[in-house]
């Protein structure tokens, strides 16, 4: 099986992503500010330390004078330091990962509002796991870049520079000699990064390739066993797992060769060096052995916050192309069509119109060719035709949820574009093909978030559509739970449960996109009869599948390849003996026999 | 630290990977113990003025040499224990694969994609970051540790020794109750994280519904309870994260006071020189790693452990349907009977099907129709042995299906699911699902008989055009029309079509009924539907009715019977011979 390379993840970071991911920041510059002060007095409390041993080695313990009063205020510095550097460390952390989580959270809910915002056409060209992958994961590994960037690199910057401004109090000599480790070991790191991002981005895809078989897998498993097909699956994953594992081995190879145990060296070399130059020094002049031990216990810190930092700079690239992906997702425009102009008409009577429109979703076949058409108040109008003759897109034109480019749409005698959203979500009730379950209990699907529906109007709504029956048999009734995607009730009772949300918002006018498809026909037969209370004073747009529920429909809509080819009543069409008379005949197969 | 001994069987069978590892470790410890020694003779030569030149440069070669060992050393250690570390997360995840694979829909009913796909990558992920960090850290600090330490008290002096580690107990003590903290929040956390997780993915999934309820805010603002919430466990775990360094910078400073301040006595009473003064402070300065990672091992391990445990669990469940100890590696085939007295899922109170008694002979078609809940499906499901009946027996060729080989007995059968899954692949690998080694000419045939070849060399990429979660988006009846495809190029004597064209329109199930009829002759065919049309030339139809059968025979039997099914396929025909009355005039 073929493993598609999850597109979106070939981003590379551009140079934007830094600055717009340090921008998050400004909300939080109190709390950041105030984390960064504690932090700096906890570092120069930190490199204190030595200084005052090395004082205490030169000035005391060499010449072997110990005054009381100097020794003690020298102990109970250095003690205070200590004291106080931990404390400040500790609400440093806290403070800093607050502020990162707050960070997370509020580009999670901005990432979140504007998926919301977006619409169908974005969502029908980008797979559901790669979205849910950019609001969390992605953001997970984002948040990973400001707590890395605040807690570890900014501290570290602060220790680095902390340790070399105590090495020129010192020694201005040496510690000159020291500095010119920084470009050593900035360049290491450049180089580590060059080498180790691509190895380490090939781990990255290799897992996303994994992760997406194993999702698959178990979506389809009861297809892959009653197929037979567990053992190759199995080899299938094997492999894709052997190649992960490989691109792992290799980025530990190259993280073995350039990170800590290079460092060591390094270390060792500037020790070396160290040594040297207070031994040579001693050979014509009386050496500080404190300043000796200062450098040495500097040196010793020096070399962990380089290999912190060099160990961070993957999650750094890895949260930069993350970044650049929610940024992607952030930045994109294809909105949901939403309300133009301000006028807030009503929808009161329900008249739908469609004139001359003409649609696309790809802007290259038109789906759509000059569909004009009025449903009048309280009328229904039913669109049948074959699969892909453009029912569905008619009714996800009225639903506002493809922009319209040619033509025009009318609610009441008003472009559609005027509605605002409440308006047109209350006033036009949508059941779906696909009957969505979510989450909760039968009430809260019924309900949605509309928290002024009463329990009564749930229970009415349910009983309207004749699902009251099945849902007072299940054990919980209406608080029976529902789990993901209603997987415990059958097709029929979720098409049930459906219905009934749609009734509950009470609609002006009323959509069925090929609702009545899969449910068996004694429980077609009972809504069928709620239909018809429902349409009384409702205007209805209807696709059903079977011609004989759409019968006493008031204008019919034959839909052939965008257009529409026949219009009129279930009887004019019929007298017609066009295609729509085909399809009735087809329909009875073989009962015609019967029949005459 | 259990899951080092949970985790021992993985050890054993590298146990020479781990050994040399670990051995590798322990002389990287040692060498280490050379350097300070220097810098302590060093310090001593030169405030005795006693330093050459030729010392000096032996000092340097012997530390560079020392830097090169190591350098190649620690590269080695490295690749055994992080290979071994990344080896144990991929047999992991292929034993993780491989369980799955032989759980049935009962184990799948029962828990959620998300929190499955959760095991198979961050417990994992955790499990090896114990094996991997946790090993190295656990051998390193401990060798590290009792190198020191000694050398420490043996070479330079026991009592200064003594009485620099008096704070070090603070730090296990310490590391270990924030361990447990850690272990309980981060478990929270991550709970937190699934949950939001499995918000956004029902969120997404459920776009079309959000959008015509109005529901996008409301949703906003649940997601904003739910990221709170992910924010105030995280902020839980973060406040213990940060104890950890402070706690453990503050008793080495205080170790390093009380280091300097008793070492200048023992340096003034002449106990110590200041050479060993040095040295023994760099000793402690590399006692301070074995320190910190002691506090992280605690943090690792306790999340290795939590999701070893977690995978260890799931690993547990038993596979609810397996082969029976007497079974026979036969394919099944002649007639079908089923003798039920009753079945419910485990999860449900009330039985699904009740004294369902039923045979269907070879070659023949059953029709199977009923009211939407009336067990359907459920029939299926037990045929195919997704769940077994505990009460009742379903035979093929008069063998109870418990008695065949799981593999044989799917074998013998073609099954098109209710819901149409298509992988991510082209349409001809999903076409071939089940027999990978078809020649695209089977293929061909197999769409030509469900009426999707045309549909198919439609598409610019035809039969390579991908479909799934990143392909092309197909209409349901696409989609079914592939589904059975797939399940007609298998060709097993068995067929079985769930209510699988429902969003095929008339005309077209028509033409796949009619080339079904002329491609499976003498096969046994069992259809559920709710279309009337579909089923009316079986040789018998069932009604099914609360798990029941109510009424059975052919479709001119039924018609006769005043049941069911003789109301349903009257009400069609009082509709259509109104309408025809109606034109007839």
């Given at each position: 099986m073929i493993n598609q390379v999850d597109q979106m993840a070939e981003v590379t970071p551009t140079k934007g992503v830094f600055r717009r991911l340090l921008g998050y920041l400004r909300p939080h510059r109190t709390l950041l500010f105030g984390a960064f002060i504690l932090l700096a007095v906890a570092t120069t409390a930190d490199v204190l330390g030595p200084i005052l041993i090395q004082q205490f080695i030169d000035k005391y313990l060499t010449p072997r004078h110990f005054p009381t009063e100097p020794l003690v205020i020298l102990g109970g510095v250095y003690l205070f330091l200590q004291v106080m550097k931990s404390g400040f460390n500790f609400l440093q952390l806290v403070g800093f990962q607050n502020a990162a989580l707050k960070m997370i959270q509020a580009l999670r809910i901005e990432v979140f509002g504007k998926v919301q915002r977006l619409g169908l056409t974005f969502f029908d060209r980008t797979p559901t796991g790669v979205l849910v992958s950019r609001i969390t994961n992605d953001t997970e590994a984002i948040k990973d870049f400001y707590v890395t960037v605040l807690s570890t690199y900014v501290k570290n910057a602060l220790l680095l520079i902390g340790i070399f401004v105590s090495m020129f109090f010192l020694d201005f000599r040496l510690a000159l000699f020291c500095v010119i480790l920084a470009p050593v070991i900035v360049y290491i790191m450049m180089m580590y990064r060059k080498i180790s991002g691509r190895v380490f981005h090939e781990a990255r895809r290799k897992l996303s390739q994994l992760n997406a078989k194993l999702n698959e897998s178990l979506q389809g498993m009861y297809l892959i066993q009653a197929m037979r097909q567990q053992e190759r699956l199995r080899s299938e994953f094997g492999e894709v797992n052997g190649d992960y594992q490989k691109a792992r081995l290799r980025n530990i190879r190259i993280n073995s060769l350039m990170l800590r145990p290079l460092m060591d060296v390094l270390y060792l070399a500037v020790l070396v060096v160290i040594m040297s130059f207070f031994g040579i020094r001693s050979f014509h002049s009386v050496i500080d052995i404190g300043v000796l031990y200062a450098f040495v216990n500097y040196l010793e810190r020096f070399f962990e916050p380089v290999n912190e930092m060099m160990q961070q700079l993957n999650v750094f690239q890895q949260a930069m192309v993350a970044g650049e992906r929610v940024f992607q997702l952030l930045d994109?425009?294809?909105?949901a069509p939403t309300q133009i102009g301000s006028a807030n008409p009503e929808i009161a009577r329900g008249k739908v119109t469609f004139d001359d429109v003409t649609f696309s979703y790809d802007g290259e076949t038109d789906v759509l060719k000059n569909i004009s058409f009025t449903a009048y108040p309280g009328q229904t109008v039913a669109l049948v035709g074959h699969t892909g003759s453009g029912k569905s897109s008619i009714v996800n034109l009225l639903m506002r949820f493809y922009p319209v480019v040619k033509g025009r749409i009318m609610v009441d005698d008003v472009?559609?574009?005027?509605?605002s959203d409440i308006e047109l979500r209350n006033k036009i009730g949508l059941v779906l093909q696909d009957p969505f379950l979510f989450v909760g209990d039968i009430a809260q699907n019924i309900r949605?978030?509309?928290?002024?529906?009463?329990d009564a109007e749930v229970v009415e709504a349910a009983r309207f559509v004749q699902a009251d029956s099945f849902i007072e048999r299940l054990v919980g009734g209406y608080q029976e739970p529902v789990r993901e995607r209603g997987s415990t009730l059958s097709a029929g009772q979720r098409q049930l449960v459906s219905f009934a949300r749609t009734m509950a918002i009470e609609p002006k006018i009323l959509v069925l996109d090929e609702a009545t498809a899969s449910v068996d026909t004694e429980t077609e037969e009972a809504i069928q009869t709620a239909l018809l209370k429902m349409r009384r004073g409702r205007t209805t747009i209807a696709i059903a599948h079977r011609l004989s529920t759409i019968q006493d429909a008031d204008l019919i809509l034959v839909l052939h390849h965008g257009e529409i080819v026949e219009r009129g009543t279930h009887q004019e069409l019929l007298a017609h003996r066009g295609l729509y008379h085909k399809m009735y005949l087809l329909q009875q197969g073989g009962r015609e026999a019967v029949q005459l | 630290m259990r899951v080092f001994l949970d985790l021992m069987w993985y050890f054993k069978a590298h146990k020479w990977r781990y050994l040399s590892g670990i051995l590798v470790l322990i002389a990287i410890s040692v060498i280490m113990l050379i350097p300070p020694q220097i810098v302590g003779m060093l310090v001593d030569r030169v405030s005795h003025k006693t330093l050459t030149t030729a010392l000096l440069i032996r000092y340097g070669v012997v530390i560079l040499t020392i830097a090169v060992i190591l350098y190649i050393l620690r590269y080695i250690w490295r690749i055994l224990l992080f290979g071994a570390a990344v080896r144990l997360a991929t047999q992991l995840r292929n034993q993780l694969y491989d369980h799955f694979t032989r759980m049935s829909p009962e184990f799948y009913h029962e828990r959620r994609i998300g929190d499955l796909m959760a095991h198979s990558t961050n417990d994992i992920q955790a499990v090896e970051q114990t094996a991997m960090q946790g090993i190295m850290t656990f051998v390193d600090s401990i060798a590290t540790g009792v190198a020191v330490i000694i050398t420490m008290a043996v070479s330079l002096d026991w009592k200064l020794t003594i009485i620099a580690l008096l704070p070090l107990p603070l730090v296990a003590w310490s590391s270990s109750y924030y361990g447990s903290l850690m272990h309980h929040r981060f478990g929270k956390a991550q709970a937190a994280f699934s949950d939001l997780n499995d918000r956004v993915q029902e969120n997404i999934s459920g776009v079309r519904v959000i959008k015509a309820f109005g529901q996008e805010q409301v949703e906003e603002v649940n997601f904003r309870h739910l990221s709170q919430d992910v924010v105030d466990k995280n902020m839980a775990v973060a406040k213990i994260d940060a104890l950890f360094d402070p706690t453990i910078s503050l008793v080495t400073g205080i170790s390093f006071f009380l280091t300097i301040a008793v070492g200048a006595v023992f340096v003034v009473h002449g106990h110590l020189t200041l050479g060993q003064l040095t040295a023994f402070t760099m000793y402690l300065g590399q006692l301070v790693w074995p320190m910190l990672a002691f506090g992280w091992l605690f943090n690792i391990v306790e999340r290795g452990h939590a999701s070893y445990d977690r995978i260890r669990v799931l690993l547990a469940t038993p596979a609810a349907i397996t082969d029976h100890?007497?079974?026979?590696?036969a394919v099944p085939e002649g007639q079908i009977e089923f003798h039920m007295d009753a079945f419910q899922y485990p999860s449900q109170a009330a039985p699904l099907l009740k004294d369902l008694h039923l045979s269907v002979e070879a070659g023949q078609t059953l029709g199977i129709v009923g009211r939407t809940g009336s067990g359907k499906t459920t029939l299926f499901k037990l045929l195919l042995r997704e769940f077994d009946a505990a009460e009742g027996s379903i035979r093929i060729g008069g063998r109870p299906?418990?008695?065949?080989?799981l593999n044989s007995l799917r074998k013998g059968m073609s099954y098109v699911p209710q819901d149409h899954f298509l992988f991510s692949a082209s349409i001809a690998e999903n076409i071939a699902f089940a027999k990978p080694t078809a020649s695209f000419e089977e293929i061909q045939m197999a769409a030509k008989i469900a009426a999707i070849h045309d549909d198919i060399v439609r598409?610019?990429?035809?039969?390579g055009t991908i479909v799934g979660e990143r392909g092309v988006t197909l209409s349901g009846g696409q989609k079914q029309r592939i589904s059975i495809a797939r399940a007609i190029l298998v060709d097993a004597d068995i067929l079985i079509l769930d209510d699988c064209l429902s969003a095929v329109d008339a005309k077209t199930e028509q033409a796949i009924l009619e080339s079904l009829k002329a491609n499976r002759s003498a096969r046994t065919t069992l259809i559920a539907t709710h279309r009337l049309s579909t089923i009316e030339h079986a040789d018998y139809i069932i009604v099914l009715d609360d798990g029941c059968i109510v009424e059975q025979g052919t479709h001119e039997q039924l018609v006769l019977q005043n049941g069911w099914y003789k109301d349903m396929y009257q009400r069609q025909q009082l509709e259509s011979l109104v309408e025809q009355g109606g034109t007839a005039g």
């Open positions: 994109q425009t294809l909105y472009p559609l574009d005027a509605y949605l978030g509309n928290e002024h529906v009463t | 100890s007497d079974a026979v590696d299906i418990t008695k065949y080989k598409f610019p990429a035809g039969y």
